[in-house]
């Protein structure tokens, strides 16, 4: 369970605000976050995630307020607890796209990089349909694959809880429900908890709740 009360968040020197009184998300819940652009979807992602820290209010995710968290620990409550589709895909040119499928493997210590690990990549690979480019380089691969990459890597360690920021932002109406489908299937199998920013009204039916964020948006003066 994913549970923020009277949350407030403010970057510094922004006059955007973020107050959310009450939020319930259940753990295996299929959510679809909307709302237009600015009004926070990401912001609420990096929350959740812990990269953000609410100015005021609790958020408790794997019966953890990390509020209480200190940095690392909340490193480690990230890297243990969250798979991250980041609006960016965030790849790196200069790995392959196996390598940069394993990337959490090698640059957190706390996951152990095994045959099993080895052979849920090319699992992964396969059942994204991107089996064939494991030792290609990222940027010989179109934009729909790299999608395809960015999901198997945050995917790869089994997290509780899935973010998927826009996946499906500048994919062709069949890819995108493609991506919606294949990250509500792993969410599904892995009893994992997925919550996805999309601006796309089209994909919203497969979800169990959509939340609006622009309901918590507000404004504030610049202190
Ligand atoms: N690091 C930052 N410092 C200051 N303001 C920021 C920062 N990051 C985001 N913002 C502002 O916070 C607001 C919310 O941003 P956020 O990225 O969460 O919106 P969003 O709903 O995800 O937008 P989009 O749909 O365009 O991706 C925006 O007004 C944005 O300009």
């Known amino acids: 369970m994913i549970r923020l009360q009277q949350l407030q968040f403010r970057y510094p020197q922004s006059p955007f605000q973020l107050s959310i009184p009450q939020l319930e998300i259940k753990d295996r819940e299929k959510v679809a976050v909307i709302g237009p652009s600015g009004c926070g979807k990401t912001t609420l992602l990096n929350l959740i995630s812990g990269i953000l820290v609410p100015n005021q209010g609790t958020l408790i995710s794997c019966n953890v307020d990390l509020k209480t968290l200190n940095d690392s620990q909340r490193r480690v409550y990230r890297i243990s607890n969250i798979g991250f589709v980041f609006q960016e895909f965030e790849l ?100 994992a908890t997925l919550i ?18 622009e309901q918590f948006h507000e404004v504030a003066s610049v202190s």
């Open 196 to 213: 996805m920013v999309t601006h796309d009204d089209r994909l919203l039916d497969q979800f169990d709740r959509t939340i609006d964020i």
């Open 92 to 191: 790196i040119e200069y790995l392959n796209v196996r390598e940069n499928i394993l990337l959490p493997y090698y640059i957190n210590q706390a996951l152990k990089l095994d045959q099993s690990v080895q052979d849920r990549v090319q699992e992964l690979a396969v059942s994204m349909q991107i089996d064939q480019y494991l030792n290609g380089r990222i940027d010989q691969i179109s934009q729909g694959e790299r999608q395809r990459v960015a999901i198997c890597r945050a995917l790869l360690p089994q997290p509780e809880i899935l973010l998927a920021d826009e996946p499906t932002g500048n994919l062709d109406p069949a890819n995108k429900r493609l991506i919606r489908d294949l990250l509500l299937e792993h969410a599904a199998r892995t009893n």
